[in-house]
């Protein structure tokens, strides 16, 4: 009687046991069930328009190069002007995410360079798209090139509708310094002073030098997603000055540079602020019309 009161213990608390087992399995299972289905919840972001790259050294025409490189004409040797026109590709290992092409001409003037570089964008974050990600690269060039977020203002906006300065509070003109009574200084020949004829040379200088207000570097629109244009004039004294026009555009997830130089051969040359930006300008405009066809 003992053996069988002891064998009928046993058995009940066993099955005791493995209902609590089995209860605690199923809560594990629901747990489970929670995180996989917060896993699969996850929509990876959009991938770029762009999967491939074009041929940088064939994506500007002939007549293109012929405008921005004035110098081709001047090479009489067909073979050498072949070589000019066909570029040289930049050292690249991967093919699909970045290429590039430059050019180099030197003509009686002067001589003129030009590269353009392509860069694929792709994220490697599932929370954020190529565009995004390219977006965010685009930006942080922009930023670094120190360029305005608006274009400054026109150098007409600082006078009045009267045609007055600002802030003159009358009609009635200023006389100036050179409408005064007061006379005029003379040299002990009888001649004016050359400080006039130096001041008016130097101010020249600084015009030529520097960009009037709208080809100052500044955001561009129509061009790609969003676009930029720098301007910046390297050397001076004994040597001749070098402009550089950059233009970079973002569209989609490719990354677009354009960077322009001209160096005449003439010390105390500065090149042509707007013909260079115009140059540069209707290149982009080219190249952002062939990756959107």
Known sequence: M???????GTAALLAALLAGCTSGSSGGDDISDKNADTGTSTVAAQPGKYRTLPEPCGAVSQDTLDSLLPGIAQITDEEQRDKAYAGTAT??????????CHWKVESTDATDRLSVDFERVVSYDNAVSDDNEAQTIYTQRESAAGIPESAPPSATESESPSGSPS??????PTPSPSSSSAPTSTSPSGSTGTSASTSATASTSASASTPPADLQPRTLADLGDE???????SGSGSTAEQRTVTVVFRTSNVVVTIEYEEQPMATGTVPDSKELQDRAQNLAAQLAEDLNS
């Open 91 to 100: 050292l690249t290992y991967d093919t699909d995410r970045k290429v590039g």
């Open 227 to 233: 676009a930029y244009l720098d301007d910046q004039l």
């Open 167 to 172: 802030g003159s509070g009358s009609g009635t």
């Open 2 to 8: 003992q053996r069988k009161a002891y064998a009928t």
